[in-house]
């Protein structure tokens, strides 16, 4: 594809880019966008090319020279300063100034004679100088003047190429042919907490301080300082609207409801209220706002759980009859996905008559909970939505609230999630959860790192959830839950954990092949003993104390795999965008047994002897090692700690190559 159908000057393939264009690029505030673009002409022109961008609502363009690359590739690099949507595009054209100096040296060099060359720069001077500001003007005619005078071929070539003419000959001189490729590339710039964030889910109804009682907000507070402890800085909590009573579902996902039985948060709707009420046993709106309140002065965003499905006993249920698809009986169609059946969810039609009336209602929803200052959701099955539902919902949302953060729960095709990233989701749930061995993690982080997806999916890897409780983890045992937890917090610059199941290691399946909890907490109360000294809280506090101090793992994109000899040892390379924080993760995939292996790393820190040792220190354990060259030998013991994270000893960037550069 090309810029104009009148190829004088051809602009192509340009990067970052989505789809052609057809969708926007993702970037947080205060990140570099590095574009490159191949740009080329017929002849033996010289070409000018420029970055452009703006602030989509701006008018003025600015402009960034790009550097050339050689092989008519070029390239330059733009910051998005903050949240909301910038657009960016390249501009190029032929530099009649540049392409007469070219030949001027070249016909200096052939000793030949430049007499009338030396007079095409006087009046392209000349030229220039009518386009000038006054003093700008005046610097240009003086220096046509003294190029017409020289007899000297040297020296006119010297006067040609000062750099002060240059660059005046550059503002001023003659564009032919400039051409804008069109049309403009856009990029959803969010914040910060976007791109670098760690989760963590917790069920309020079970943060009661005693057993068997149902738990408020106000005892959710009581948890901030434990949670603020182990470093996470989102507070996820699932649905906290009031809980049908029709076919409410019993413990481990029971049809028979017995008495004192909570049901599960996702059947959404009761007398009580729907969307808009919170459950009465939680608390208030007060009470919420005092818990947003109070884990703001722990660094924690509170994120709250979006699923857009009714109870049978949900208000819009007699209110609106049309937004439910009706069976051949008459009967509302319940919720499936076979073989589970939620005969305590109704899904929403969303292409009814009333459609739009129904729309507009979820948009208030979402807007409700914004008013009462959440800005971070977590959004449940959205592929089971329209697209243009959410396209529609996000975009407009956003417009007023740029600093919304929306997190997609879409296990699904891949495409399917890829397309509702696209459509503005800022984060999206991953298989990482299902990816147990070597080949399936490598394979999976180089394509969610080195394609197209890099730049518009952001992965939020969950090693555990309400729903899933992956064989791994069943088989390992706390081993596992270390490891798993290394790979979810230092593949991915966002993660989260179901908790306090995951810090207490909960591995107790419904049944041999199940990935549902026995005694899941989706449907009844718990008390967590998280004092157990089964726990390991402490090593997630360390973790994302890593997370925190070390800009290398605070985007996703920047990550090598390395080679290690072992096929239960997984090793990869994180760094920084300058290019001074440079970790080594190793990681013993086997659970039950010590592994070793000898790990090459195809780039370390520039200075570094491949004779002389140098020195490496596992963030982990505080341990140093000496280390000589690109080969060394790691061993892992699982029942010790089944991870390594090393950081480099450097003083001087680290050299990656220009791909691993890009931003995170």
Known sequence: MTCLPEEHVVIENITPSVD??????????GEEVNVEASVYAAGHHELAVTLLHREREAEQWAAIPMRHLGNNQWTASFTVPHAGRHVYSVSAWVDAYLTWQKKLAQLVEAQQDVSVDLLIGVGLMEQAASRAARRDADKLRLAAKRLGKTCSPQKALELAADARIQALMSSYGERLHATTYAPVLEVIVDRPRAGFSAWYELFPRSCAETPGQHGTFKDCERWLPYIAAMGFDV???????????????????????????????????????????????????????????????YGIELALDIAFQCSPDHPYVQQHPTWFQRRPDGTIQYAENPPKKYQDIFPLEFDNADRATLWQELRSVVQHWIDQGITVFRVDNPHTKPFAFWDWLITSLKQDHPGLIFLSEAFTQPKVMARLAKLGFTQSYTYFTWRRSKWELIEYITQ??????????????????????????????????????????????????????FELCVNLPLEAGSEEYLDS?????????????????????????????????????????????????????????????????????????????????????????????????????????????????????????????????????????PQSRQGG
């Not at 052609?20 to 505030?29: E, H, L, N, Q, S």
């Not at 009844?524 to 390991?536: G, N, Q, R, Y």
Request: aromatic share 8%; hydrophobic share 40%.
């Open 521 to 657: 907490e989706k449907y009844e109360l718990k008390h967590w003993a998280v004092d157990d000294p089964v726990s390991i809280a402490p090593l997630i506090a360390r973790v994302n104390h890593i997370r925190h101090e070390s800009p290398a793992l605070q985007n996703t994109r920047n990550t090598r795999v390395q080679h290690v000899d072992n096929e239960q040892l997984l090793a990869y390379s994180r760094w920084d965008a300058a290019g001074t924080d440079y970790l080594l993760v190793v990681v013993n995939l086997d659970a039950h047994r010590t592994q070793a292996g000898w790990v090459t790393i195809d780039a370390v820190p520039r200075g570094i002897s491949s004779s002389e040792p140098y020195r490496v220190t596992d963030l982990l354990t505080g341990h140093s090692y000496n280390w000589v060259g690109l080969r060394n030998y790691v061993i892992l013991d699982p029942l010790v700690l089944p991870a390594h994270i090393f950081r480099i000893s450097c003083d001087k960037p680290v050299d990656v190559g």
């Open 448 to 501: 969610l790192t080195q394609t197209e997806l890099a730049e518009y999916f952001r992965p939020n890897f969950w090693p555990n959830t309400p729903d899933i409780l992956m064989d791994y983890l069943q088989e390992g045992g706390r081993p596992a839950f270390q490891a798993r937890l290394v790979l979810s917090a230092t593949l991915s610059s966002n993660y989260g954990i179901y908790g306090p199941a």
């Open 20 to 29: 052609c264009g057809a969708f926007p690029i993702k970037r947080v505030a």
């Open 235 to 297: 507070l996820y909590l699932p649905p906290i609207h009031p809980i049908g009573i029709t076919a409410r579902k019993g413990r481990n996902n029971s049809v028979v409801c017995e008495a004192g039985d909570p049901g599960t948060p996702w059947a959404i709707g009761s007398p009580a209220g729907g969307h808009k009420a919170i459950h009465p046993e939680l608390g208030t709106v007060t009470d919420l706002k005092s818990l947003v309140s109070a884990a703001r002065e």
